[in-house]
Nanobody, 128 residues
């Protein structure tokens, strides 16, 4: 059973930065793409960023492109989300996600349905 644990959320002023971490356990980390999603109050969960199993490929939502950077450390079984130039509209609970066991070596997914495992989420609040 894959377990994901996010950390690093908090309260920050607009223009500030935060770095989220997601520690994975329960199966081989290397070989699986990983992603971050977020959900603001009253809104659907949305894709933020994904990283390929090797870390060499990344995809971003248009709303965060140029401000957020996703990366991974396969030796530490951890995926990161560096968030710069934060805006109040970035306020949300941020979730780390991992695909099902049958998707090893698969390409990065952008849809919620492509991920089976989720962390508990970490709150990010950006004040104006």
């Amino acid at each position: 059973q894959v377990q994901l644990a996010e950390s690093g959320g908090g309260l920050v002023q607009a223009g500030g930065s935060l770095r989220l971490s997601c520690a994975a356990s329960g199966r081989t980390f290397r070989g699986y793409a990983m992603a971050w999603f977020r959900q603001a109050p009253g809104q659907d969960r949305e894709f933020v960023a994904a990283v390929s199993w090797s870390g060499g490929g990344t995809i971003y939502a248009d709303s965060v492109k140029g401000r957020f950077t996703i990366s991974r450390d396969n030796a530490e079984n951890t995926v990161y989300l560096q968030m710069n130039s934060l805006k109040p509209e970035d306020t949300a609970v941020y979730y780390c996600a991992a695909p099902p066991n049958g998707q090893k070596w698969a390409t990065m997914g952008l849809q919620i349905s492509e991920y089976d495992y989720w962390g508990q989420g970490t709150q990010v609040t950006v004040s104006a």
